[in-house]
């Protein structure tokens, strides 16, 4: 980002056109679908902690809290 900023500053400068970059359009779907990736697993997470935290297991509980 730093190199394209100088270079579209100093292309007048230096008598030379400013580079054109390529827009990048990226899918909704994309981020839909890491979302809903990244939300199962912290659901599955959090399952797993209330089933250690109600599930009576003293050992297991002292395991994961520690």
Request: aromatic share 8%.
């Amino acid at each position: 980002m730093l190199v394209q900023f100088v270079w579209s500053n100093a292309s007048s400068l230096l008598n030379r056109s400013p580079s054109q970059v390529p827009r990048l359009v990226l899918p909704d779907e994309l981020f839909v679908s890491i979302g809903r990736s990244l939300g199962g697993e912290v659901n599955r997470g959090l399952q797993f902690l209330q089933d250690v935290a109600c599930g009576g297991n003293l050992k297991q509980f002292i395991v994961v809290g520690s």
